[in-house]
């Protein structure tokens, strides 16, 4: 079974630019996440889907932030414009639906802002 | 004060030592509680699930008190290939991550 696929792997930006990531969850996982983790911390959930709807985005920060799931399978993850501040792990997981199920995590996409 | 707690060491411990983690939460109404295992710059993965009764899985075992809000890990015969960063994950409205706690085993 193939796992959550991420790309990029890396991405060097400037402050002020844009940027995207995209995940592929695990096949026929209804439940996807966004995390945020800055070195030296835990991840932080930014936005919960379940298929194609926005279970939890209490974290965040609308007004840079993005995310969609439109067919309730890969989703998109945007910051336009990036600060400096956001030079993290993006990291995407997938579960079968939510809850107590277990996360599966992909590799991650590293962000530096500059 | 934030969420979930996690003492980040580092735990710096012979190998075949016995090393224990706590990892305290705030919200009452979790629901679900999780050990991860992250090594550097890798993503994290399930180590295991930490259920009411408490449960155990080789050299782990894993604890819940909801009275005192927390939860442990306690690992046994340490090995080598222990060391990484374990994260504590409490899930119920939201789902909320610790920092990590280091541990490095030594030879």
């Known amino acids: 079974e193939a796992g959550v696929a991420q790309s990029p792997r890396y991405k060097i930006i400037e402050k002020r630019q844009s940027v995207a990531f995209w995940c592929n969850p695990i096949?026929?996982?209804?439940?996807l996440y966004w995390y945020q983790q800055i070195l030296g911390q835990g991840p932080k959930l930014l936005i919960q889907?379940?298929?194609?709807?926005?279970?939890?985005d209490s974290q965040l920060p609308k007004d840079r932030f993005s995310a969609e799931r439109l067919k309730g399978v890969d989703s998109t993850l945007k910051i336009q414009p990036a600060k400096l501040e956001d030079s993290a792990v993006y990291l995407c997981?997938?579960?079968?639906?939510?809850?107590?199920?277990?996360?599966?995590f992909g590799p991650g996409t590293r962000l530096l802002v500059l | 004060r934030k969420e979930v707690e996690q003492d980040p060491g580092p735990f710096n411990v012979p190998e075949g030592a016995t090393v224990a983690f706590n990892c305290t939460y705030s919200?009452?109404?979790?629901?679900?509680f999780f050990w991860y295992r992250q090594d550097c710059r890798k993503e994290p993965k399930l180590l295991m699930s930490?259920?009411?009764s408490g449960n155990e899985d080789g050299r782990f075992t894993a604890q819940l008190n909801r009275a005192s809000q927390y939860i442990s890990l306690l690992i046994r015969d340490s090995k080598l290939s222990d060391s990484a960063t374990y994260l504590c994950?409490?899930?119920?409205?939201?789902?909320?991550f610790g920092t990590g706690t280091s541990l490095t085993v030594i030879p």
């Open positions: 994950l409490t899930t119920g409205n939201q789902f909320y």
């Open positions: 889907f379940q298929n194609n709807g926005v279970v939890d």
């Open positions: 096949s026929g996982h209804a439940t």
């Open positions: 997981a997938s579960s079968r639906n939510g809850g107590r199920e277990t996360q599966y």
């Open positions: 930490v259920y009411s």
């Open positions: 919200n009452s109404a979790s629901q679900s």
